[in-house]
């Protein structure tokens, strides 16, 4: 009996110190997910395949799982919310095929309206992300040698298209990933940033004046038809942070983290999570600490200089609003950060 006992207390020690710093959520879906936004400690917003969305208004005590009406069809490969009321939800997809579409809701996901759709031949939306309640960007991959990129003024009512002349040409065969929702993000009143891949060298495409014009800079992240950048995150005006690797080879120990220091210009530090390989996503908690997801999940009290690992857990996306945090990944994974997990 005390033999008996001791293993098992061992074995409920081990599973715990396992799997205890992310929660699972009861969701009644296996849709996969690769867009989440964490707006306050209660709201929390997720975009997946199959048209369908989720949100939460009690901190994931309860999950609403609904379709957007008429877009089975769609996989929601990004979600931008401002509160429990408001939110966008933006499909990855061919335009040809009807699957390029931003959509908009004012009454908690009751409701939906398309805000930007388009049927032009190559279109292929990546991201969206805002600098405040007026004033947002989305952008697709190349038509042409040149990004797509959108901006509205007036709450995403509409949308209009940043004119090729003043994006820099992309190389032969960059585009971007529409992986985690991070490919594009923002910072303060005018500030934004892309990451590619899929070209020889993956690169940060960046603007100073909420979108109007961009410049571009190299960085020395894995590159390649199926490796580049597949996720953003800045803290301030000029410093950020770009992860990525191979969503093929997901394993590959190459350096997967570059860091700026000059608002973009340049990507000096580069450095390997613990895990190593593919990492989709990165996202700050308690504002000191980053976390990041992908082929495992990683934590940095050095603002990505070195790494440690938390798990093996596979995730598309995450995102944290101070101490609350969520991650998502394929066949309806939703999690919740665990605050009582000791990050060490």
């Not at 401002?82 to 908009?104: N, P, R, T, V």
């Not at 992908?294 to 996306?317: E, L, P, Q, R």
């Amino acid at each position: 009996m005390i033999h008996k006992t001791y293993f098992f207390l061992l074995f409920f020690f081990l599973i715990f110190n396992l799997y205890a710093q992310w929660i699972p959520q009861e969701v009644a879906t296996k849709a996969n997910f690769r867009a989440v936004h964490t707006v306050s400690d209660k709201v929390c917003w997720i975009g997946g395949s199959q048209g369908t969305f989720l949100n939460t208004t009690d901190g994931g005590k309860s999950w609403q799982v609904q379709k957007v009406p008429e877009a089975d069809s769609l996989d929601f490969r990004d979600v931008h919310a401002f509160d429990e009321k408001i939110a966008f939800l933006m499909s990855a997809g061919e335009a040809q095929k009807g699957k390029a579409k931003i959509y908009k809701t004012i009454d908690g996901g009751r409701t939906w309206k398309i805000v930007f759709t388009t049927q032009e031949q190559g279109v292929f939306l990546d991201g969206i992300d805002f600098w405040d309640k007026k004033n947002g960007i989305a952008f697709g991959d190349p038509i042409g040698n040149k990004f797509y990129v959108l901006l509205t003024n007036d709450g995403g009512e509409s949308w209009q298209r940043v004119s090729p002349d003043l994006l820099p040409p992309v190389q032969e065969g960059e585009a971007a990933f529409a992986a985690s929702g991070t490919s594009i993000v923002t910072y303060g009143k005018t500030s934004a940033w892309i990451g590619t891949g899929g070209g020889k060298v993956a690169r940060v495409f960046y603007s100073h004046d909420q979108g109007k014009t961009w410049q571009v800079s190299e960085t020395v992240l894995q590159a390649g038809k199926s490796a580049g950048i597949f996720g953003l995150k800045f803290w301030d005006r000029n410093t950020g942070i770009a992860v990525g690797g191979d969503y093929i080879n997901t394993k590959d120990s190459a350096p997967n983290v570059s860091i700026t220091y000059d608002g973009g210009k340049s990507w000096n530090v580069i450095t390997t999570t613990d895990p190593q390989g593919l990492k989709e996503a990165i996202s700050f908690y308690k504002k000191k600490i980053l976390i990041g997801v992908g082929n495992g999940t990683c934590y940095s009290k050095d603002f990505g200089k070195t790494w440690s690992k938390i798990d093996d857990s596979v995730f598309h996306a995450l995102s944290f609003y101070k101490n609350t945090g969520f991650a998502v990944g394929g066949k309806g994974i939703v999690c919740k950060f665990d605050t009582r997990f000791n990050l060490k």
